[in-house]
């Protein structure tokens, strides 16, 4: 965990809260970093000096497709994607609960526990986690 904060200080988004990091890990083995930020060639909201969710009011955990970054689970499936590293049993540890779009991309990835810090404001992805038998842990600092 103490590594997906890390990753998460990479993070192009506006929001200082909201700076998000995942890491998947399998065998023991970090496979792949990721954290939230514009797509490749897009300029990210620090860039444009703003964020587009403040600007037209969306509250957090709506609306997800209004918004510049690629999220932290989204960017670490990917890059496993790009470097043909299958992701089948891994677990991702991310600082945030995963939203439903992420939740769905994890259950179909292959990634069968997440492990989060910070709570977010989805019910939702963690119904989906439960029914597609993905195990979800909330960090427990003192173990």
Same mark, same amino acid.
């Given at each position: 965990?103490?590594?997906?904060?890390?990753?998460?200080?990479?993070?192009?988004?506006?929001?200082?809260?909201?700076?998000?990091?995942?890491?998947?890990?399998?065998?023991?083995?970090?496979?792949?970093?990721?954290?939230?930020?514009?797509?490749?060639?897009?300029?990210? /909201? +620090?860039?444009?000096?703003?964020? *587009?969710?403040?600007? !037209?009011? @969306?509250? #957090? =955990?709506?609306?997800?497709? $209004?918004?510049?970054?690629?999220?932290?689970?989204?960017?670490?499936?990917?890059?496993?994607?790009?470097?043909?590293?299958?992701?089948?049993?891994?677990?991702?540890? /991310? +600082?945030?609960?995963?939203?439903? *779009?992420?939740?769905? !991309?994890? @259950?179909? #990835? =292959?990634?069968?526990?997440? $492990?989060?810090?910070?709570?977010?404001?989805?019910?939702?992805?963690?119904?989906?986690?439960?029914?597609?038998?993905?195990?979800?842990?909330?960090?427990?600092?003192?173990?």
């Amino acid at each position: 965990m103490e590594m997906a904060n890390f990753v998460s200080t990479w993070s192009s988004c506006y929001k200082q809260d909201r700076h998000v990091g995942a890491i998947i890990v399998r065998d023991k083995r970090i496979i792949t970093t990721g954290y939230n930020g514009a797509p490749s060639g897009i300029k990210s /909201c +620090t860039e444009r000096g703003e964020c *587009i969710r403040i600007k !037209l009011g @969306i509250p #957090s =955990g709506t609306r997800q497709e $209004v918004c510049y970054a690629v999220h932290a689970e989204q960017n670490a499936i990917c890059q496993a994607a790009k470097l043909g590293i299958s992701v089948e049993g891994a677990t991702i540890y /991310c +600082t945030h609960q995963p939203c439903t *779009i992420c939740a769905r !991309l994890i @259950i179909n #990835s =292959g990634i069968k526990r997440v $492990v989060y810090e910070q709570g977010y404001p989805d019910e939702f992805s963690l119904k989906l986690f439960d029914e597609a038998g993905v195990s979800i842990e909330k960090f427990n600092n003192e173990d």
